[in-house]
């Protein structure tokens, strides 16, 4: 992974530890009482929100009492909800971003989670996790990411017991992605190798897992991103106040030409169920 581009899109994005709490500030809650409710309207980074974690959980068999994984986890949004449905099960709240891994932390903290849900900052190519030590590993749209895609499965593969699942969202490539799309996306919002979905079918091959369903989101991605388009531009003025003049607008002009691609249909995106052994 390109860890300083990366880190550096990631250190400008709209949705952070600090707009969240300003925004409850804002709305007149006292911050040393928040409950984990709370944080739900503002903290659910990923396309679908609330709805598409609880799927997501569904559809890997989380349980109570699991022991989970959830790579590339940012502020912690999903691990948190998941967590207050799921008291007996232990979190693991994986980044490369040293900033949300902070974030998340405050968070957890903030809501009485910080026992339940261990943040660890590091490279999901490499990860620092025993061998089979976890029953369930997810990821939201993330792997997009990720270069080197074969080995973040690998190192989920590997730190899944037998019988464990992984489940994942992720951009894939449409038949009429072109070069120069693949060179917009990775240079304004550092999306690279994108995967058709044959090609992550030949990967989970490779790397010992087995495709338990793969379901097709990209019509549901259309109408989700089109609307979080509408709600970055919205939120400039917030984001102007967090991070200084101009990040905004570098995120945006990036954000604006991925959506645009999405709902050309030249991306799509999936759902992945994946079982080791």
């Known amino acids: 992974m390109s860890i300083q581009g990366s880190n550096a899109l990631y250190d400008r994005h709209p949705i952070n530890a600090e707009q969240i709490l300003g925004t409850l500030?804002?709305?007149?809650?006292?911050?040393?009482?928040l409950v984990p409710a709370d944080l739900r309207p503002h903290d659910q980074?990923?396309?679908?929100?609330?709805?598409?974690?609880l799927a997501l959980a569904e559809a890997v068999g989380l349980k109570d009492g699991d022991r989970v994984i959830d790579i590339c986890a940012g502020v912690g949004g999903p691990s948190?909800?998941?967590?207050?449905?799921f008291p007996?099960?232990?979190?693991?709240?994986f980044d490369l971003n040293g900033g949300r891994c902070r974030g998340a932390q405050r968070l957890n903290r903030l809501v009485g989670l910080q026992d339940a849900i261990h943040v660890v900052q590091g490279d999901a190519q490499s990860t620092p996790f025993a061998d089979e030590c976890l029953d369930v590993a997810m990821s939201q749209e993330a792997f997009l990411h990720i270069p080197d895609k074969l080995a973040?499965?690998?190192e989920a593969a590997r730190m899944l017991r037998i019988g464990?699942?992984?489940?994942?969202?992720d951009l894939v490539a449409g038949p009429g992605l072109t070069a120069q799309d693949r060179e917009a996306l990775e240079t304004g919002m550092e999306m690279r190798t994108l995967q058709s979905v044959d090609g992550y079918r030949a990967m989970?091959?490779?790397?010992?897992?087995?495709?338990?369903?793969?379901?097709?989101?990209?019509?549901?991605w259309v109408e989700i991103l089109t609307e979080r388009l509408e709600m970055y531009r919205a939120m400039n003025a917030a984001t102007r106040q967090t991070l200084g003049d101009g990040v905004h607008e570098r995120y945006m002009d990036a954000y604006e030409t991925f959506v645009g691609l999405v709902q050309a249909g030249r991306l799509g995106g999936g759902r992945f169920i994946l079982r080791k052994g």
């Open 25 to 33: 500030r804002e709305a007149g809650k006292d911050l040393a009482h």
């Open 45 to 53: 980074d990923h396309y679908g929100g609330e709805a598409a974690v």
């Open 80 to 85: 948190r909800l998941l967590a207050e449905r």
């Open 88 to 93: 007996a099960a232990r979190f693991i709240a």
């Open 152 to 154: 973040v499965l690998s």
């Open 164 to 169: 464990g699942q992984l489940g994942f969202t």
């Open 204 to 220: 989970f091959r490779t790397a010992d897992l087995t495709l338990v369903r793969h379901d097709d989101l990209g019509s549901v």
